[in-house]
């Protein structure tokens, strides 16, 4: 039996550190431990969300004071791309991840159009070297920071495909980092969103502009495994399908007081046909874009019922030069409502329950290996065909070997166009699923 990679790329594993606003590093005097704990203690006493116990204030160590606030709050090396890249507009990210088996590393995620898709590096290849290191016994962080190191000064790969070892050069690219991947196919548009950064309201309300004079009346925005990010992200994307003074969201700080965010003018896709796709690693800043469109009766939500993470992160930089990120709001939709699991709720329910949605189709990287190996020259054929299309799809497809010309054309898509090929195996996917669904309120005068 062939390994397994999910259609999407995973972003639970960061749950804890989405939905931060950021704060300026300030100076706190002379570095160290003791100066952290006295750092920790105050803005635990000022910011946080919650009144700690003066036992667990008077605790001697960072680690044991935490062990007493939510499971949200933490310290984490302010070097740590994956918190800090959230709210930085551009980005050298190289847009590839890896991933770690019984026989090594392998390319776990490329992104559409990222300096690695453009350089030909296909999901699944297998890393044989880093910049000339062999990646023989590497664990995967040491070569998840190979790479983190080389997104300034660009990256030699070798990877194994097929029996053939080929050098990959990546080069350096700045980029603008969105967590988007967008398939058209009139009348739909379908929005695959990974992870929520500061540009991705921005970067789809940029799209959605064009959208109506293409024939697009219908969003299909797929916030599986979404684990969050950007608090400013999720409301710029909430503003796309909201009319003027439309609330938003509300928050609530350790004082009690609220703060109501309405929308300053209608959104580009206001009165679209919308359909948002969830399961249960769907938090944090994606629960306010489900919870806010599913109150304000913008969207049909179905899927599984969501993770449940209601509270939003405030980041400070400690003396040590290491940061901290402290729950410092509650979230909550239009009509009032929590979805934060640790307070006794629970996350979006959707209006509709589909298992078949809710779960990723699983791929099977020794197939897709196959389907690489078929095709021409991956760099030569995305430069050729910078979109996936149906039609694009079926011909490459036709004259590929017969041994693998049979094979499910989603291999197909995702091996050429990464990403995008994943959107476009939802389109199907969702428009099959849909289409069978039966019981989905009305939206916008529209029944399913």
Not at 240 to 261: C, I, N, P
Not at 343 to 363: F, W
Not at 370 to 389: E, G, I
Request: glycine share 8%; proline share 4%.
């Amino acid at each position: 039996m062939g390994s397994t990679v999910k259609v999407a790329a995973a972003a639970v594993a960061t749950i804890a550190a989405m939905m931060m606003q950021m704060v300026p590093a300030r100076s706190q005097g002379q570095a160290g431990p003791d100066r952290d704990v006295e750092a920790v203690r105050e803005i635990l006493r000022s910011r946080y969300l919650y009144d700690v116990p003066l036992t667990v204030l008077q605790r001697s160590t960072v680690d044991s004071i935490l062990m007493g606030t939510d499971p949200y709050t933490h310290v984490f090396e302010s070097k740590d791309n994956d918190y800090r890249s959230l709210f930085d507009e551009k980005s050298y990210d190289l847009g590839m991840e890896f991933g770690r088996d019984r026989q090594g590393i392998f390319v776990d995620r490329v992104d559409y159009g990222s300096p690695s898709y453009d350089a030909g590096v296909c999901l699944g290849d297998r890393v044989l070297s880093i910049d000339g290191t062999s990646t023989t016994g590497m664990t995967w962080t040491e070569a998840m920071r190979a790479v983190v190191a080389a997104e300034r000064a660009g990256i030699m790969l070798a990877v194994e495909r097929g029996g053939a070892t080929i050098k990959i050069k990546i080069p350096v690219k700045a980029t603008y980092p969105d967590g988007l991947t967008i398939y058209l196919e009139p009348p739909t548009a379908y929005v695959q969103v990974t992870t929520i950064t500061s540009n991705t309201g921005f970067s789809l309300a940029f799209s959605a502009a064009l959208w109506k004079r293409k024939g697009i009346s219908r969003v299909v925005l797929d916030l599986r495994n979404c684990g969050g990010g950007s608090v400013h992200g999720a409301e710029e994307t909430l503003k796309l399908f909201a009319k003027e003074q439309d609330l938003l969201y509300m928050t609530q700080d350790r004082s009690g007081t609220y703060e109501y965010v309405r929308a300053s003018s209608q959104g580009y896709c206001h009165g679209f046909d919308v359909v948002v796709v969830v399961n249960g690693n769907t938090a944090s800043a994606a629960e306010m874009i489900a919870s806010g469109l599913k109150d304000l009766g913008y969207a049909t939500v179905v899927g599984d019922t969501t993770y449940g993470k209601g509270t939003s992160l405030v980041v400070y930089d400690l003396p040590s030069g290491k940061s901290i990120a402290v729950s410092y709001q509650h979230l909550y939709s239009p009509k009032g409502r929590s979805i934060e699991r640790n307070m006794g709720y629970h996350g979006v329910v959707p209006h509709v329950v589909s298992q078949v949605l809710a779960t990723e189709h699983d791929i099977s990287l020794d197939t897709l290996r196959m389907v690489s190996v078929a095709l021409p020259n991956l760099k030569t054929l995305r430069a050729t065909y910078d979109s996936v299309s149906t039609t694009t799809v079926q011909k490459i497809q036709q004259k590929l070997p017969a041994s693998v010309r049979g094979v499910d054309p989603m291999y197909v898509a995702v091996a050429i166009w990464s990403e995008q090929g994943r959107a476009w195996a939802l389109s199907r996917s969702a428009s099959l699923a849909l289409a069978s669904t039966s019981g989905a309120p009305s939206v916008n005068g529209q029944r399913r």
